[in-house]
């Protein structure tokens, strides 16, 4: 059952760009927090950044600052991320990932310690050098 769907994702240059968005289906992002996570192949699920809703709070990986911002349209109903300057090790499925709630977490998430309710099925991006 498909709860979240990310899409944006493709192939670029490094020091290109790309926007990934997510969109839930059936509920609003209001009071929720929605996060990036990305996988490349061969390497664990690795936190991005995420977005409180309500009070707008965002953290990010330290690999991303400066250069990923996350954002949400509530009226639009979806999230944001915006990748700047990308660099080959960006290369990744992305997923987002949501719960009901506040507090920003993208980091510890395991199978067994997953705040997340909801997963998407991810989008490729792939950044050549």
């Known amino acids: 059952e498909v709860h979240v769907v990310e899409s944006g994702g493709g192939a670029v240059q490094a020091g290109g760009s790309l926007r990934l968005s997510c969109v839930p289906y059936?509920?609003?992002?209001?009071?929720?927090?929605i996060a990036w996570f990305r996988q490349a192949p061969g390497q664990d699920r690795e936190g991005v950044s995420c977005i409180s809703i309500n009070d707008r709070n965002t953290v990010y990986a330290d690999s991303v600052k400066g250069r990923f911002t996350i954002s949400a349209d509530t009226a639009e109903n979806r999230v944001y991320l915006q990748m700047n300057s990308l660099k080959p090790e960006d290369t990744a499925v992305y997923y987002c990932?949501?719960?009901?709630?506040?507090?920003?977490?993208?980091?510890?998430?395991?199978?067994?310690?997953?705040?997340?309710?909801?997963w998407g099925q991810g989008t490729q991006v792939t950044v050549s050098s």
């Open positions: 059936e509920f609003k992002i209001d009071d929720y927090t």
């Open positions: 990932a949501a719960f009901l709630g506040e507090g920003c977490i993208i980091a510890g998430i395991t199978p067994t310690a997953d705040p997340y309710d909801y």
